[in-house]
């Protein structure tokens, strides 16, 4: 039977697990921005249209959206909701257009990173939940991908409509043009319509059009089998979060085509993208000079082949979850 949630010392447990995995949501994605990263934003090589404070003030609009999932999350691990009840759609949309209200330009900071990080949040609450809410244990990633499924599957239509609006909303054509004819993210809503639907199919129908959706779909392999094993191994070895970023990004850049280059600059740039990350990786990547030296050269090449930098998106919000499961589990910078 679940226990009563009014009780003080209850109240106080659920608080600490809310503020826990809303803190490590923004400053996963804020140590995401700080990190240098081939052909991404960092201090030292702002983007002409998005600036340090902009990304910023995205991470620290996480905090609110995962704090309220944070408490969905328990509330189904202890009965007194059911799955369909986080409203998912609900709390991307309503973060997004919070987060907004934090900087001026038209771009959104979060939207790869909140869509990532919605299904994590509310799978590690419930996981917490039935550890007596303690955040100090281990996760264990595969039921936390397991519960994050469950998340999906039991979603509603409510939420692939709110989905929908939040990608038509934030979504450039000028970055995910359609691989389809006429569909701008509203072919899924038209085809089902008429019958009850939910998140993951929504996902699973959308899968190619970027990694982030097959990632969600598939119950985050690509961030479970090259993301964090890469990122607690070179943590490990030498204590360094930087380099750990930067070596998980690269050796993600080298496992997938980057759906968003594949998308804004065609599938030779993403090809060849790939190709160099992957040589980044023989040469030994952030633990030996070659490949800091490739790791520089790669980032010019993201920086100088285009008009626009090259920037691979939809690893970058892979590597996101990743650091996010990284926080969760203890790591620290």
Not at 5 to 13: A, L
């Amino acid at each position: 039977m679940p226990y009563s949630m009014n009780s003080n010392d209850v109240k106080g447990k659920i608080l600490e697990v809310q503020l826990y995995i809303s803190q490590c949501a923004s400053l996963a994605h804020s140590l995401l921005y700080t990190t240098p990263k081939p052909g991404g934003a960092s201090f030292s090589k702002e983007f002409e249209d998005t600036k340090s404070e902009h990304f910023l003030a995205g991470g620290s609009s996480l905090f609110s959206p995962t704090f309220g999932l944070a408490k969905r999350g328990m509330l189904v691990a202890e009965n007194h909701l059911w799955y369909e009840d986080a409203e998912i759609g609900f709390f991307i949309m309503k973060g997004l257009e919070k987060a907004k209200t934090w900087y001026r330009p038209s771009g959104n900071t979060i939207l790869g990173t909140i869509i990532m990080f919605t299904p994590i949040t509310l799978a590690t609450a419930y996981n917490y939940a039935n550890e007596g809410m303690k955040t100090n244990i281990k996760l264990n990633l595969d039921n936390v991908a397991n519960i994050s499924e469950q998340f999906l599957k039991y979603s509603t239509t409510e939420d692939c409509i709110y989905i929908t609006k939040a990608l038509n909303t934030f979504v450039s054509d000028k970055i995910l043009p359609s691989d389809k004819e006429d569909d701008d993210f509203n072919s899924f809503i038209q085809i089902h319509q008429h019958e009850r639907t939910n998140l993951f199919e929504y996902l699973k129908f959308y899968e190619n059009r970027d990694l982030i959706f097959y990632d969600l779909s598939h119950k985050y392999h690509i961030t479970l089998k090259h993301g964090f094993p890469t990122f607690t191994r070179v943590f490990e070895e030498n204590q360094n979060f930087k380099n750990a970023i930067i070596q998980t990004y690269i050796t993600l850049l080298s496992e997938r085509k980057d759906t968003h280059l594949a998308k804004r600059f065609g599938n030779e740039i993403a090809t060849e993208v790939k190709e160099k990350a992957k040589d980044v990786i023989k040469a030994g990547g952030i633990f030996t000079e070659e490949g800091k030296d490739l790791i520089l050269d790669l980032d010019r090449y993201l920086r100088t082949t285009k008009k626009r930098i090259i920037n691979p998106g939809s690893i970058a919000d892979i590597t996101a979850a990743t650091i996010f499961l990284a926080l969760l589990q203890g790591y620290r910078p």
